[in-house]
């Protein structure tokens, strides 16, 4: 997985961020040990969804915000901070078909029927897209002009 947030500071108190990331769709190389053996021992399909992309913006007060001295050498610039926000994420089941409807198996795709063909609710069905919140705190030390630490909760 891979993503990308960029945050823009409106002023010392108020900033606005936003954040995206993407995990490509591996197939059965996403499964771990516990889902070959559920398949192969105990012939179970379990259902697996897995989040393929997910995207938010957020708003974030920092109530508390300054400067300290770290071991009498350097200016640290420090804030505590409160964000919320929403987003989406969307999921992809791990079933026998992709997204558009095709069959994952390269050698059954040149042998599909119109039996195979999935009706628009079971599309609908394989890949969808989620309204997600998210709120949280955090704190924010920059040390240096290339060097800073973020920690969130």
């Known amino acids: 997985m891979g993503g990308l947030s960029a945050t823009y500071h409106v002023n ?11 995990s490509p769709d591996l197939g059965s190389a996403d499964n771990r040990n516990i889902t070959e053996e559920l398949q192969t021992e105990y ?7 897995k989040i393929n992309q997910a995207g ?12 300290f001295a ?16 929403g ?28 039996d195979d063909q999935l009706t628009p609710l079971e599309l609908d069905a394989l890949c969808e897209t989620h309204f997600t919140t998210n709120y949280g705190f955090g704190f924010r030390g920059a040390f240096n002009e290339w060097m800073a630490i973020r920690v969130d909760g």
Do not use: H, M, W
Request: charged residues 25%.
């Open 12 to 22: 010392e108190i108020v900033s606005v961020e936003g954040a995206f990331s993407y």
């Open 43 to 49: 012939a179970a399909t379990p259902v697996i969804s």
């Open 70 to 85: 770290f071991l009498r050498r350097s200016i640290v610039n420090f804030d505590i901070y409160l964000a919320a926000g």
């Open 87 to 114: 987003g989406f994420s969307r999921t992809i089941d791990q079933s026998e078909y992709k997204c558009d409807g095709t069959r994952r198996d390269d050698a059954l795709a040149g042998s599909q029927t119109d």
């Open 56 to 67: 938010s913006l957020d708003l974030v007060f920092s109530p508390l915000y300054g400067k």
